[in-house]
């Protein structure tokens, strides 16, 4: 009846996770196809300069999803019981965390329009700072995870 329960709460979290980027995709999605007067009528809105997606962006997409193919690796090798091999994905995946992180950093303080910059900048900044901040407390939880590893307080 636990593992149950905390199956079904992390379903929910992921859950209410996926509804929250949601809301920030909508906004996006929404303010682009028709935009309003007050932003000029045209996406991006005047006198917004975007950021193309295939520079940095494009980067920090293969980091993460390099990220999501070490951890998958640590996984199985835990399940495995290969120790070395899960903290050695384990500790790639915290570096490519703290890389994304950093080029995340990067990109907000090289961006060429700011948050008070309309929808398109509230927007952006808001669904990319709420994901930084999960990759943040991933990196967090990854670490703890390591250390525990390290410490055998996982099994097979």
Known sequence: AVQQGLRMGMILFIVSEIMFFFAF????????????????????????????PWGLPLLNTIILLSSGASVTWAHH???GGFKKDALL?????????????????FEYVNAPFAMSDSVYGSVFFMATGFHGF?????????????????LNHFSR
């Open 77 to 79: 090798a835990i399940v």
């Open 25 to 52: 995709f909508w906004a996006f999605f929404t303010s682009s196809m028709s935009p309003v007067f007050k932003i000029g009528g045209v996406w991006p809105p005047a006198g917004i300069e975007a950021i193309s």
């Open 89 to 105: 994905g384990l500790v790639i995946t915290i570096i490519f965390a703290v890389i994304f992180t950093g080029l995340q950093g």
């Open 134 to 150: 999960h990759v943040i407390i991933g990196t967090i939880f990854l670490f703890v995870c390591a250390f525990r590893l390290y």
